[in-house]
């Protein structure tokens, strides 16, 4: 059976706010239908069933949602109040309290992805450490400038991927890394770095489409990539 799916929805989106007042970040659509929809549907295409999702801001609304929609036969989705201003790792923190400590997968409901999950689970059942983050290299948001070693300029990339690794999300937690999360830590800081510190913390380097819904431009970039039929994150027919 695939672990249980916790989907942190609880953010306010303030960098998306100016142009999206309307609704909570989750529900800001991308070719229709709202983003934690899309990410939702990633996980179902590729066999998990259980949802948990961690609502605080505006979550009645996320509620209303998941009831209102027609999922797809065999999907649970249950909504988990955890309060409007909790840090990501105190929502975890009471999710566990909640639902007791066992093996999840832990993702953010803003960020799509052409991730094989199955491969995920494998690489994080092999190597046997409490958590496994996926890595991505972002693109740049700008063109950069190619320089030879005298401050010549050679030439430009337009949006190169970064040379860096970055926290992209589609976590895989052990209840012995569940355990390290406090009611008001910061997922991404504390827990995260402990971890990683002990030794105990894996990347899975994911080399494909990936895209954060940060900001409007993020928004309307999916959106293209929608209603073009280029969308690499749809996994499902």
Known sequence: MKPIVIILCGGRGTRLKEHAPAVPKPLVEIGGRP????VIHIYIAQGFGRFVL???YRGEEIQAFVGHERWPPGTHIECLDTGADTPTGGRIYRAVQTLG???ACVTYADGVADIDLDALLEF???????ATM??????????VAEL??????RGFEEKPLSEHWVNGGFFCLRPSALEQVGPDSVLE???LELLAAAGQLRAFCHRGFWECM????????LNDLWAQGRAPWKLWS
Do not use: C, M, S
Not at 134 to 143: E, K
Not at 148 to 153: C, I, Q, R, S, T
């Open 54 to 56: 961690l609502t605080g």
């Open 134 to 143: 996926t890595v991505v290299r972002p693109r740049l948001q700008f063109g």
């Open 101 to 103: 400590a066992q093996p």
């Open 189 to 191: 800081r504390e827990p």
């Open 35 to 38: 983003i934690l929809w899309h």
């Open 214 to 221: 940060d900001t409007y431009k993020d928004a309307v970039e």
């Open 124 to 130: 994080h059942d092999g190597h046997g450490a409490p």
């Open 148 to 153: 030879n070693g005298d401050g010549v300029v």
